[in-house]
């Protein structure tokens, strides 16, 4: 892409936030179609999220096992995992897991929505389809990848747990106790936080390339297709700027 | 083999003296270098059928997207019931949008509600109805009107292409329309179908008395459905009269699509 359209590209999406901020905070609120969309995007990406963390979980804690044992750390295990899941793997696994369910979806939906007229047919019904379409997807998507997170954590946590027990024996108190007692407030801060900005990147981009859709069916295609590209992207970008602020915040 | 004489006698137009519901006053658009309208202009009178007649991308489809505010001309007025369409807010716009009705060449149908929630859809926006008992009446009524009221809890997906076309009509009606704009009604459907839907379009025109503005190059249904026939072509109005008048003009610009 050359630079001209990147730039180009980059104001029009930048202009696309600036009114979901503007005409997404000012009634007619749509809450009804904002609940559809967090069962959506929140409760139907539930096993999606949950399997991924789970296996990762497992093969997190069966992979290190080896090399702690072999360094006589086996009691570093939970914490090792656990950091590394609640710090880093569930936000990242879970934002990964909705922009490619979720992002390819809003951005088919919207993308066929817009080629067939249907958004014009909302508009002519009396409906702002801004608010109606992309307001509440990027509301919901920045309010479910949190909670999922979160639950990815749980998750993944448990397979942890299961995993240290194939191998040994290690009671959830003491797994807990580990866990909870290594992590700092300052730790799971800036983890839970980035999770707010990887739903909102997902549903923007979604949202954006699906609603400003064009050239037909094929802009369908494209339009799914760059959504689940670009906010994957983001998501590291995103990630690597969130390490960056709680560093110098010292919230590492 | 059925001929052009087997249509149902069309109404009679209205009286001249009949209010003017609409007004494209020397409406331009551009998209770049690409002049689509320029200068045009028409008038609609309440409960009258007119057809705008044209080539495949001469502007038919952006003319009444600019009158119902999805487009914004470049110069001129347009004046719907009164009210310009460029000065509305987006509330005015809105109470404006529940009097004219829109039915849209794909149809539109939001495929991931059923016809019910399709129907449900304008007249929940509009704050028409004021409990469910009274929606389900006004859902029913709008596709007994159009015929398919069986097809209540079906998705467009399941429905064929004139069922579709008819469905989008109910939604249509389902707020009573002052006037309605027919974007290319009959295009992609089989002649018997098409007749089906220009007969239609008679039927409402008669039971809601509503003024219609009918996008079309489909010379049957310009015969079937119009009251007054405007023919444009390169973005102005070149020719205007009834089907039977543009039938007999010698004009070579006209007689290419009557012939």
New interface residues.
């Given amino acids: 892409m050359p630079a001209s359209a990147f730039f180009t590209e980059l104001r029009a999406m930048t202009g696309f936030a600036g009114r979901f901020f503007r005409e997404g905070f000012r009634p007619r609120y749509e809450w009804l179609e904002l609940l559809n969309q967090c069962y959506a995007i929140g409760y139907q990406s539930l096993p999606l999220v949950g399997i991924t963390s789970f296996i990762m979980g497992l093969v997190l804690t069966l992979r290190l096992r080896p090399t702690m044992v072999q360094f006589g750390a086996t009691s570093w295990i939970p914490v090792m995992v656990g950091l590394t899941i609640i710090q880093e793997l569930a936000p990242i696994i879970t934002g990964l897991m909705v922009s490619g369910k979720v992002g390819s979806s809003i951005g088919a939906?919207l993308g066929?929505?817009r080629v067939?007229?249907?958004i014009?047919?909302?508009?002519?019904?009396?409906?702002?389809p801004f608010k109606y379409l992309v307001v509440t997807r990027i509301l919901a998507a920045t309010l479910m990848v949190p909670i999922l997170t979160l639950l990815a954590d749980a998750i993944g946590l448990f397979a942890c747990y299961l995993g240290i027990n194939l191998q040994g024996v290690t009671s959830v108190a003491l797994f807990m106790n580990n866990i909870l007692g290594s992590l700092t407030f300052g730790q799971v801060l800036p983890a839970v936080v980035k999770t707010f900005f990887f739903g909102f990147a997902i549903g923007l981009i979604g949202c954006y390339k699906g609603y400003n859709a064009s050239k037909g069916t094929q802009g369908v295609g494209v339009a799914a297709n760059s959504a689940v590209v670009l906010s994957s992207l983001l998501i590291f970008l995103l990630d690597l700027v969130a390490v960056g602020v709680s560093t110098a915040f010292g919230l590492i | 083999m059925e001929t052009a004489t087997t249509s149902a006698p069309a109404p009679a137009p209205p009286a001249p003296a009949a209010e003017v519901v609409l007004t494209v006053d020397k409406i331009s658009k551009s998209f770049g270098d690409n002049h689509v309208l320029k200068d045009f202009s028409l008038t609609l009178r309440r409960g009258e059928n007119v057809v705008v007649l044209g080539k495949s991308g001469s502007g038919k489809s952006v003319l009444i997207k600019c009158i119902i505010g999805l487009l914004t001309p470049d110069a001129g007025t347009i004046t719907v019931l009164g009210q310009h369409v460029a000065t509305l807010d987006h509330v005015a716009l809105d109470a404006l949008r529940a009097k004219v009705g829109f039915l849209f060449q794909s149809n539109a149908l939001y495929d991931s509600m059923t016809v019910r929630e399709n129907l449900l859809f304008p007249l929940r926006r509009h704050w028409l109805a004021d409990h469910q008992g009274q929606e389900d009446q006004l859902v029913r009524q709008a596709l007994d009107d159009v015929g398919l009221p069986q097809t209540i809890d079906q998705l467009p997906a399941e429905l064929s292409g004139g069922q579709r076309k008819r469905i989008a009509l109910a939604r249509t009606l389902i707020v009573p329309p002052e006037i309605i704009l027919y974007d290319e009604p009959t295009t992609g459907l089989d002649p018997v179908t098409a007749r089906e839907i220009d007969q239609l379009i008679r039927h409402v025109q008669q039971k809601y008395h509503a003024s219609s503005l009918i996008i079309s190059h489909d010379m049957n249904c310009v015969r079937l459905t119009s009251d007054r026939v405007i023919l444009l072509s390169e973005g102005r109005s070149y020719a205007e009269g009834t089907y039977t008048e543009l039938l007999a003009s010698t004009d070579p610009t006209v007689h290419t699509f009557f012939e």
Wanted: hydrophobic share 25%; charged share 25%; no cysteine.
């Fill in positions: 939906e066929s929505m067939s007229e249907q014009d047919a909302m508009e002519v019904s009396g409906t702002n």
